[in-house]
């Protein structure tokens, strides 16, 4: 099993920038892939993005598509969330998740319950 930690949410305005991280531990992660999701308030948990460990494939939703990027880095071994021009649709529960075996297809990548590592989440509200 490996532990993820969250960081970097906020109260931010239409139009900021946030950078969220996830560091892990308990394993290495050469063999994990990583993903962002995120749950707003009396709405399903949803896909955010994913970053494949082992060759630094990533993807991201379509609906942030543009504006969130996802990234890691090796030596810290943390995956970040950068977010830029947010929007109050944006405000939710940001969490970090982890599989150790996941195809790379999004149809199952997508899918929050592929992934059995979660980390506790970071808030992240965005005021209009």
């Known amino acids: 099993q490996v532990r993820l930690v969250e960081s970097g949410g906020g109260l931010v305005q239409a139009g900021d920038s946030l950078r969220l991280s996830c560091t892990a531990s308990?394993?290495?992660?050469?063999?994990?892939?990583m993903a962002w999701f995120r749950q707003a308030p009396e709405k399903e948990r949803a896909f955010v993005a994913i970053?494949?460990?082992?060759?630094?494939?990533?993807a991201v939703a379509d609906d942030v598509k543009g504006r969130f990027s996802i990234s890691r880095d090796n030596i810290k071994n943390t995956v970040y969330l950068q977010m830029d021009r947010l929007e109050p649709d944006d405000t939710a529960v940001y969490y970090c998740?982890?599989?150790?075996?996941?195809?790379?297809?999004?149809?199952?990548?997508?899918?929050?319950?592929?992934?059995?590592?979660w980390g506790q989440g970071t808030q992240v509200t965005v005021s209009s």
């Open positions: 998740a982890a599989s150790y075996s996941i195809d790379y297809v999004a149809n199952i990548y997508r899918r929050d319950d592929e992934y059995d590592n």
């Open positions: 308990g394993r290495t992660l050469n063999m994990y892939t």
């Open positions: 970053i494949r460990w082992s060759d630094d494939r990533k």
